[in-house]
C-alpha cells in the first residue's frame, strides 16, 4: 500500500509566494506522486488570530485555486479546505484532553506569537493550535507529513500525543514522521536575504507573488540585493543575495546549484538575475492564468472543494468514531 502523506497551509490574502511555491507546492507536486496525499488549507488555524470574515473567507478559494493551478491534482490526491470537515476540532478536543498544560505552553511558535501578540489579543484557540495541528494529521493516518522547520516541534507534540493516547487507550493512531525541507528549499527576502521570504515581510519589493504581473516578477528579481563581489557561487553565509538567486533558479528549474555554479562560472550577476527572472516567469506564467481562470468559475471551485471535503470526511470520520470509542464516547 502507498504511504499516507498529509500537509497543509494557512489561506494566505492575495497569493502565495516564491518561497511558499518552491518550499511547498512544487515539494506537494512531486510527492503527490509517490504518497496517497492529503493537503488542506487550514482556514481553522487561520482564525487564531484576527482575520476579516469577507477576506478569510475570498483567500481561502484563492488559496486552494493556487494548489490546484500549481499542479496539486484535485483527483488522484485530496484537496480540501479545514473547516468543511467537522472532524478536525471534534478530534482536537479530545486530544486537548491528554495535552499537559506546560507541554502546549513550551512551543516555540505560541511563544513568539504570543509575544507579538500581547496577552490580551492571545486566544485559547492559539494555544491549542498545535493540538488542532495534531488531529489534522491523525485523522488521516498519515506516515509522512512534510513541514518547515518552525512546524518540526508541532509534529513532535503530535507524535507524543499519539503514542499517549494508543498506550492509554489502544492502538489508535498511526505515529506519523515529519519531513523538513532539502537545503536549497528555502527562499530569502529578496530585498533583505538574511530574513526568509514571507507573507509578512517588510520590503514590498522582497517577496514575489505568484499572482504578480510577470513584469513585477522580472522587476522584482532584477532588483534582488546582491554583494559587491562578481563571482556567482553558493555560500548562503558570505553572499546570501547570490546565493538565494541561485536556489530559486535551481528551485524553479531543476537543475543543481553545483551545476549552475559552473553554468555561470565567468559571468556577471546581471545574467543570474535575467536568468532567475526569466525561469520564475515562465514558470508562474501558467500558473498564474490557471489560478486565476479557476478563480474566474466560483462555482466549479466550489464544487470541486465540496467533493474533494465529503472524500476526506470519510476518511477522517471513521477515525473519529474510533477515537470516541476508544475514549467512551
Ligand atoms: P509565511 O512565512 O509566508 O507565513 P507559512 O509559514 O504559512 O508562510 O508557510 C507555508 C508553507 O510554505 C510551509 O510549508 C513553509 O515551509 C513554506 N514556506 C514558507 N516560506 C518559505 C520560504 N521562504 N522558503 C521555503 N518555503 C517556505
Ligand atoms: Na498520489
Not at 222 to 249: C, H, M, Q, W, Y
Request: charge should be negative; charged fraction near 25%.
Amino acid at each position: 500500500m502507498t504511504a499516507r502523506l498529509f500537509s497543509g497551509m494557512q489561506p494566505s490574502a492575495e497569493s502565495l509566494h516564491l518561497g511558499n511555491y518552491v518550499g511547498a507546492l512544487l515539494q506537494w507536486k512531486k510527492l503527490q506522486n509517490d504518497f496517497d496525499a492529503i493537503f488542506c488549507v487550514v482556514d481553522l488555524h487561520a482564525i487564531t488570530v484576527a482575520q476579516d470574515p469577507v477576506k478569510l473567507r475570498e483567500a481561502t478559494r484563492r488559496t486552494a485555486a493556487q494548489y490546484i493551478a500549481a499542479g496539486i491534482d484535485p483527483e488522484s490526491s485530496i484537496l480540501f479546505v479545514q473547516s468543511h470537515v467537522a472532524a478536525h476540532p471534534q478530534l482536537a478536543w479530545v486530544l486537548d484532553t491528554i495535552t499537559g498544560y506546560g507541554e502546549a505552553a513550551r512551543m516555540t511558535q505560541f511563544k513568539d506569537k504570543s509575544q507579538k501578540q500581547g496577552a490580551d489579543a492571545t486566544t485559547l484557540g492559539l494555544f491549542a493550535y498545535p493540538v488542532l495541528m495534531a488531529a489534522d494529521i491523525l485523522l488521516y493516518n498519515a506516515e509522512v507529513v512534510p513541514v518547515g522547520d518552525d512546524q518540526k516541534q508541532h509534529v513532535e507534540l503530535t507524535r507524543d500525543l499519539a503514542t499517549r493516547f494508543n498506550s492509554r487507550f489502544g492502538d489508535t493512531f498511526v505515529v506519523p514522521e515529519a519531513k523538513t525541507l532539502a537545503d536549497g528549499a528555502r527562499i530569502y527576502d529578496l530585498q533583505n536575504p538574511g530574513s526568509k521570504m514571507s507573507k509578512s515581510g517588510e520590503s514590498p519589493q522582497g517577496i514575489v507573488w505568484l499572482l504578480d504581473e510577470p513584469k513585477a516578477v522580472a522587476k522584482k528579481i532584477k532588483s534582488a540585493v546582491t554583494d559587491t563581489e562578481r563571482e556567482i557561487r553558493f555560500d548562503p553565509k558570505a553572499k546570501p543575495g547570490v546565493s538565494n538567486l541561485l536556489s530559486i533558479l535551481s528551485g524553479v528549474t531543476g537543475t543543481p546549484v553545483a551545476a549552475l555554479e559552473d553554468h555561470f562560472a565567468g559571468k556577471g550577476y546581471g545574467d543570474l538575475k535575467t536568468e532567475t527572472a526569466d525561469a520564475v516567469v515562465a514558470e508562474f506564467e501558467p500558473v498564474r492564468t490557471r489560478a486565476l481562470e479557476l478563480l474566474d468559475d466560483p462555482a466549479e471551485l466550489d464544487r470541486l472543494l465540496a467533493h474533494n471535503a465529503e472524500r476526506a470526511a470519510a476518511i477522517a470520520d471513521e477515525t473519529l468514531r474510533l477515537a470516541y470509542d476508544r475514549v467512551g464516547l
